[in-house]
């Protein structure tokens, strides 16, 4: 009779939890080669922080390993823990671990396939010497007892205010007091960095304040939370700019950031001899020289207008605007306005002026790609960011985790199946739009908005109505041509037509990050640290070679003491954290060797 051997079929649970430990024996016996045969043939290690003192993604077997030699004798990683239940999705097991270093907690994403790891994501959470001041290490606030020389938490934060900046230094300076800053200055605050946020504008707010008066958050609330102080569950899903504005006014006074309003950079430089920034700005009317360790520029992707120059401009009798200083449609009724550009700005922009009853064109010099709002919700953001993800037990510093962990050269491929489900959904959308001359695209690769943006920062629109007039030729569309030249009373376009105009908008998008090093430390500064933001993409706006992250955000850059901090309201929150922690380790004389600083392929 033959003997019958029964195999027993591994859980996705136990799967996991074999390959954690398999894994967490082998880098503590510093066996790399056994590492090395736990990854499959095509495989990724996005790492932050944890073992590279650096936002840095390695791909393929061999960066792996060069990696871990440079690095596994600092980090020294231990105790790899599975979090929870493994999940199956395909022939891929998804996990959420924890593990700890030599100085750090820290908690991390893995996807396997064929129970070789595909994709892994490694964070760092905490400092295990410096926490943050949060739940179990809340401040106490009541100080119990008698004491002759109590000071009340009111006459504590004066004394700091009246202090910090004159007779005692910043440790770190933030220029650029917008959402980024404002984060970013909570997160430092709770890590107990003296930090100094600096804002030319006169109430905290106002960047948002100050934009034309129909801007809303084109992307939803559950994407767009601050750090510690998330929205209540009464905000709405789209929110108004003044509102916006609002909330970050509110934000910056609880948390207690100390926030120089009216004040203005007006230059920087570093003084290598004595490691420290001198920084020099107006404040009030008074001049004060700043002497922090550290500088970040948190002055926004939206920072240096881009405005194009024209011939005969400068003898235009109408008005012309960046968009960036467009007040709003009321004083253009029946005038006839020309907004140049095609992306969100333009659109909104057009579409508030069309209600004010302007003689609107748009003039689109290359191609955009449009998103319908609902499609975005409900195909691309909804898995993670929704009222239906919260319920599901994704939070939204969970779904922040999910995202970062599909290392940036396959998210196309995880990108494009919901944006080929959005061509279908919409066919006929596109199709009207197409109809009216409108060019489209989805990106070289079309792989949609959120690649986009990573690439180049510009280049589309998500649709919240604007689209429709365009199809209906309600807002005037010229397409596929530039400016010629500006005459007094009309723009002559490159194929010799006429527009007849009161009022130029230029929906002309924004400059890199590094324009504003260069106004305020020095061009060779600039140029030391080269291009922000692009991944190296080789596409439109975005040149080789491959960067595997995005260049100079939130990571050391070729400017000793020098950082970016920028983008999106969803990466300004979940960004920080690093950023936060990389300043506060480097106050406390931690031991931070870089691996992986990027290169300087382009400047500007």
């Known amino acids: 009779m033959s003997k019958i051997t029964a195999q027993v079929q591994q859980t996705p ?6 390959w954690l430990q398999d894994f967490d024996t082998a880098l503590q016996t510093q066996d790399i080669e056994r590492v090395l045969s736990l990854f499959g043939d095509e495989c990724y290690w996005r790492d932050f922080l944890t073992f590279t003192w650096n936002l840095k993604t390695c791909e393929g077997k061999d960066e792996i390993q060069a990696m871990l030699n440079a690095t596994l004798n600092n980090a020294q990683p231990t105790d790899w823990q599975l ?3 493994a999940t199956e999705n395909g022939d891929i097991y998804d996990a959420w671990f924890t593990f700890n270093t ?10 396997l396939k064929e129970g070789k790891c595909w994709t892994l994501l490694t964070t760092m959470q905490a400092l295990n010497d410096y926490p943050e001041q949060c739940n179990q290490h809340r401040p106490k606030g009541a100080e119990h007892g008698a004491n002759k020389q109590r000071e009340t938490w009111l006459e ?6 009246a202090e910090l900046g004159y007779t005692q230094q910043p440790y770190c300076v933030i220029i650029g007091g917008g959402q980024g800053g404002i984060g970013l200055g909570a997160r430092l605050r709770q890590l107990g960095v003296p930090t100094i946020i600096i804002e030319r504008n006169e109430r905290a707010g106002d960047s948002w304040r100050k934009r034309y008066k129909s801007l809303c958050l084109h992307d939803p609330v559950w994407y767009d939370h601050l750090p510690y102080i998330p929205f209540p569950d009464n905000w709405p899903v789209f929110a108004p700019k003044d509102k916006v504005g609002d909330w970050l006014e ?3 006074k609880v948390m207690e950031l100390n926030y120089w309003s009216s004040t203005e950079c007006q230059n920087a430089s570093y003084d290598e001899a004595a490691g420290e920034w001198l920084v020099k700005v107006k404040r009030n009317g008074e001049e004060i020289t700043l002497r922090p360790k550290q500088l970040v520029m948190a002055t926004g992707m939206s920072g240096m207008p881009n405005v194009p120059k024209f011939p005969g401009a400068e003898n235009f009798a109408g008005e012309q605007q960046h968009s960036s200083q467009h007040p709003g449609p009321d004083a253009y009724k029946g005038k006839k306005c020309v907004i140049v550009g095609s992306n969100n700005s333009a659109h909104d922009i057009a579409a508030a002026l069309w209600e004010h009853d302007a003689d609107v064109t748009m003039l689109q010099r290359s191609s955009t790609h449009i998103v319908k709002s609902d499609s975005l919700m409900e195909e ?7 009222e239906e993800a919260v319920a599901n037990g994704l939070t939204h510093e969970k779904a922040d985790l999910v995202f970062a962990s599909i290392p940036y050269k396959v998210l196309p491929d995880f990108q494009r199946p919901a944006f080929e489900a959005i061509k279908k959904r919409d066919a006929e959308f596109y199709q009207k739009l197409e109809s009216a001359g409108f060019m ?27 689209c429709d007039l365009v199809a209906s030729g309600d807002i005037k569309l010229r397409s596929g041509v530039g400016i010629e030249h500006i005459n007094p009373h009309s723009i002559t376009l490159t194929d010799g037509s006429e527009l007849d105009a009161d009022l130029i908008i230029y929906a002309t998008g924004y400059g890199s990050m590094n324009g504003w090093a260069a106004r305020l430390i020095s061009q060779e500064v600039a140029d030391k640290v080269g291009k922000c933001w692009g991944l190296g993409s080789d596409t439109t706006k975005d040149p080789g070679p491959w960067e595997g992250e995005l260049r100079n955000m939130w990571k050391p850059t070729q400017q000793e003491a020098l950082w970016f901090h920028g983008g999106n309201l969803h990466q300004s929150r979940h960004y920080s954290r690093y950023l936060a922690l990389q300043l506060k380790a480097r106050m406390e004389g931690l031991d931070t060797p870089v691996y992986g600083l990027q290169p300087v392929h382009h400047l500007g």
């Open 13 to 18: 649970t136990e799967t996991v939890q074999a």
């Open 250 to 252: 509110m934000y910056t």
């Open 83 to 85: 979090e929870g239940e």
């Open 440 to 466: 489209l695209d989805f990106g070289d690769d079309e792989s949609g908005l959120f690649l986009k943006y990573l690439r180049r920062g510009s280049g589309y629109y998500i649709d919240v109505g604007a």
């Open 380 to 386: 691309v953001l909804g898995p993670l960011y929704s």
């Open 102 to 111: 030599a100085v750090a907690r820290g908690k991390g994403y893995l996807r």
């Open 156 to 161: 504590s934060r004066e004394r700091e205010e």
